[in-house]
């Protein structure tokens, strides 16, 4: 068991670009998360995968957001267009449907400038 | 809808002191609990969880029990350390679709030697 892995831990990018983070969660685990944390605040729910199917969106998740898990194993988390309000940690997470526990990744920080 | 209220910070403590950080929640279903705690730069880890009432969750000598009759899952420590130095979060799943995570707002935990 190796854990949550995210890549890259450290994005630092200008207004208007875009940019993709990768998560690779636990092996045997079928259900994966994205979570947003900004300064001072808890995480707060981004969208959620069952296998490769999205399951669950929030309304935190704009039409610049996307997110995809293609074969049911990595997922990536893409930005359009990114603006200043965008920087924030990017979370991936990840849980069997059996179990109830949920456990992250070390997170991608985002830095737009 | 679910939600968590977290005792605000932050807390300063002198090592071997003992800690007592409040949470409450609000929820409809019957949810489990969590404590994680995320260092400097770092994501969220797992502390301590309580599935059903009168659970009680213990790690690295904290504990918090899960009261149902005062919807609370405070967190304990007897005597703390400077490692304990850290943001701590409570959370709850609702156990139901995606058993999403809602967090508190976290507390700052500095331990002083």
């Known amino acids: 068991d190796t854990g949550v892995s995210q890549d890259p831990r450290h994005k630092i990018t200008k207004r208007g670009q875009n940019v993709t983070f990768r998560c690779d969660p636990i092996?045997?685990?079928?259900?994966l998360y994205w979570y947003r944390q900004t300064l001072g605040q808890g995480p707060e729910f981004l969208t959620y995968?069952?296998?490769?199917?999205?399951?669950?969106k929030s309304r935190l998740l704009s039409d610049r957001f996307s997110a995809e898990r293609p074969k049911g194993s990595f997922s990536t988390l893409e930005i359009q267009r990114t603006e200043q309000g965008d920087s924030a940690m990017y979370l991936c997470?990840?849980?069997?449907?059996?179990?109830?526990?949920?456990?992250f990744g070390e997170g991608s920080w985002l830095t737009v400038v | 809808g679910d939600s968590v209220t977290q005792m605000e910070g932050p807390v300063t403590l002198s090592e071997e002191a003992c800690l007592t950080i409040n949470c409450t929640y609000t929820a409809t279903g019957y949810p489990s609990l969590f404590w994680y705690v995320q260092y400097p730069g770092e994501g969220l880890q797992l502390l301590l969880k309580a599935t059903k009432a009168d659970d009680k969750g213990s790690n690295k000598g904290f504990e918090a029990t899960y009261r149902k009759e005062t919807t609370s899952f405070h967190l304990e420590k007897g005597s703390v350390q400077v490692s304990d130095s850290a943001v701590y979060f409570c959370a709850l799943s609702d156990q139901t679709g995606a058993n999403n995570l809602f967090f508190g707002t976290g507390t700052r935990l500095t331990v002083i030697p």
């Open positions: 995968f069952q296998n490769e199917a999205q399951l669950e």
């Open positions: 997470a990840s849980s069997s449907s059996r179990l109830y526990t949920i456990y």
């Open positions: 092996s045997e685990h079928n259900r």
